[in-house]
């Protein structure tokens, strides 16, 4: 063999080794930046996690203050009391036991509150997040029939300006006989207070009558024709939509002052009957 050819063979392996060398150093580089872009990766899955974490948890904080609407004022469940004083036994003279409705009605949403009276009819928007429990005693009454047949039986004109309803004893040709305390076998708690508002009751809208005791709301209801400056004790239910005219003209007509001595005002001396009572969805 001559030296010629063994110098070109020792420097073909030496670039040969050059090269080998090279590509293995080219090798380890992507390696070492697969794995920092792996690491990278990683932290950055574990940051978005942690953000989606965070957000969803605040996201579950959102959904539990939306469970229970800004205009609700009571718990999330309603409580029907039928114990003694201020809530009226069974048996007592005037009530009607009728059941008691659901403990966990719909917190969202809104009702029309439909009556078909002698006269017309009378409409009422109501939002169920703002009175969930009452909304879901009229409902329930509604469906029981409690209302129809029965007669507005208080006209206030005298400062006040109401029209009472839902007394389930005033019906028939003898309701003036009526003392006006009649309702269902249950009482619950007041809602939707216009506390600060002046007035407290203005013309067009439709509140919860009641006793001077706490929860003591019943089925009697009050429409007011005119504003009216009250305690702000009682339920706002909502606001007439349709008929106020109507009552407007039973204010007009006067009352008798059967309940001059004691509540104030009288029997409408234009009778008003409430051939049904609905609620319905919009």
């Known amino acids: 063999m001559s030296p010629t050819n063994d110098r070109q063979r020792a420097a ?9 060398t090279a590509r293995a150093e080219a090798a380890r580089r992507r390696r070492k930046t697969q794995a920092m872009i792996g690491a990278g990766a990683a932290a950055l899955v574990v940051i978005v996690g942690v953000v989606w974490l965070i957000v969803a948890l605040s996201d579950d904080d959102k959904g539990t203050a939306s469970a229970q609407p800004s205009g ?42 439909v ?26 009454l509604a469906s029981k029939k409690f209302y129809d047949g ?7 004109t005298e400062g006040l ?11 028939g040709p003898g309701y003036r006989e009526t003392d006006g305390t009649g309702g269902p076998s249950y009482r619950f708690d007041e809602e939707n207070l216009p506390v600060g508002e002046r007035p407290a009751y ?40 349709e008929g106020l005219q109507i009552v407007k003209d039973v204010g007009a007509a006067g009352d008798d002052g059967a309940y001059a001595a004691s509540a104030g005002g009288g029997h409408p001396k234009k009778e008003i009957e409430i051939k049904s009572l609905t609620m319905t969805t919009p």
């Not at 073909?12 to 080998?20: F, G, S, V, W």
């Not at 006269?119 to 969930?132: C, E, N, Q, V």
Request: aromatic letters at 6%; a neutral charge; one cysteine or more.
């Open 72 to 113: 609700s004022a009571g718990p999330l469940s309603c409580t029907w009391n039928t114990g003694p004083s201020p809530a009226p036994s069974p048996v007592q003279p005037g009530i009607v036991d009728v059941g008691l409705p659901p403990t966990n009605p719909p917190r969202t949403g809104t009702r029309t509150l």
């Open 161 to 171: 300006k109401v029209l009472q309803c839902g007394d389930p004893t005033a019906k």
């Open 150 to 156: 029965s007669k507005c039986h208080r006209l206030v």
């Open 12 to 20: 073909a392996r030496a670039r040969l080794e050059r090269e080998m």
């Open 115 to 140: 009556i078909e009276t002698n006269l017309g009819t009378i409409k009422a928007a109501i939002d169920l997040s703002k009175t969930p429990c009452t909304g879901a005693s009229f409902d329930y």
């Open 202 to 241: 203005p013309e067009g809208v439709i509140a919860m009558a009641k006793s001077q005791d706490p929860g003591s709301t019943g089925s009697q209801f009050f429409i007011v024709w005119g504003d009216t400056e009250l305690d702000a004790s009682y339920t706002l239910l909502g606001r007439v939509t």
